[in-house]
């Protein structure tokens, strides 16, 4: 059973950022009940609450896998070929016609990306709201980053490129998932996971880059609003993994429709 219920504890300042420690998920409130206590308490109410012990007992290895899992594979310096940076949020710009503005969440993203290049001098794919940062504040050409997943702005308002949508463009912008090698995934702590759990799916070698911490900040003013506040975002998160898993299990159990 793999270990859960912990995030990372973050600086994130630039500062913070270039300061090395391992890359966990922390707490430091020790936790109450193992995993197995977990999975017994959780097993025995969902069978008095569903009066079914096998559904429950299916249920409960779904939620335990989907929404107590956030331990995030992490790659040495050495080894990453390829940086990808994921934008979190952005911010609404004073003219509704023009485009979006990255905020400071995807400045520290932008921030910790500029300490990796300078690690690695790996190749970046940049998803818009963080390669505009690298392009503006560090002078970043497109020799050393690719911008992807460019906002619409339309009179009806902004769309930003989803997870989804950023990976599949980054992998028709490399040739293939093979040819990026082993990514190291940069973007908001909270988001991180599901980055390179999405990333994997798609047959991208991701992981966490090891001993660099990621932005934990969240910004008021940020859009869309569920990137406003941890809980909510968090509550998002779940509700994507779930998501996620549930046409996993739909396309495994029905593949011919």
């Known amino acids: 059973m ?50 079914d012990a096998t559904l429950a007992n299916t249920e409960t290895q779904y939620l335990l896998s989907t929404l107590f899992n956030w331990i995030v594979p992490t790659i040495d310096t050495k080894s990453i070929q ?54 503006t504040k560090y002078r970043f050409d497109s020799g050393k980053v690719s911008t992807i997943g460019m906002p619409k702005v339309t009179s009806a308002g902004t769309t930003i490129a989803t997870l989804d949508e950023v990976i599949s463009a980054i992998i028709l912008k490399a040739g293939s998932a093979k040819a990026l090698g082993n990514v190291a995934v940069v973007t908001h702590v909270d988001q991180q996971a ?27 003013l940020c859009l869309p609003k569920n990137n406003r506040k941890r809980d909510l975002y968090i509550l998002t998160t779940l509700a994507t993994r779930l998501g996620m898993l549930r046409m996993q299990l739909m396309t495994e159990q029905y593949p011919n429709g």
């Open 2 to 51: 793999l270990s859960r219920r912990q995030f990372m504890t973050l600086t994130p300042s630039l500062i913070g950022l270039c300061a090395l420690g391992r890359h966990t998920f922390a707490s430091n409130v020790p936790l109450v009940i193992s995993d197995a206590e977990l999975q017994r308490q959780m097993l025995s109410k969902l069978t008095t609450e569903l009066n």
């Open 194 to 220: 599901l980055a390179v759990d999405i990333s994997k799916i798609k047959g991208i070698q991701a992981a966490a880059p090891v001993d660099m911490k990621m932005p934990m900040e969240y910004d008021v």
């Open 82 to 135: 390829t940086i990808v940076a994921y934008s979190f949020g952005y911010r609404a710009p004073l003219d509704p016609l023009a485009m979006p503005e990255s905020g400071p969440i995807n400045e520290q993203i932008a921030d910790a990306v500029y300490i990796l290049y300078q690690a690695t001098q790996a190749p970046i794919y940049a998803q818009w709201e963080v390669a505009s940062v690298l392009k």
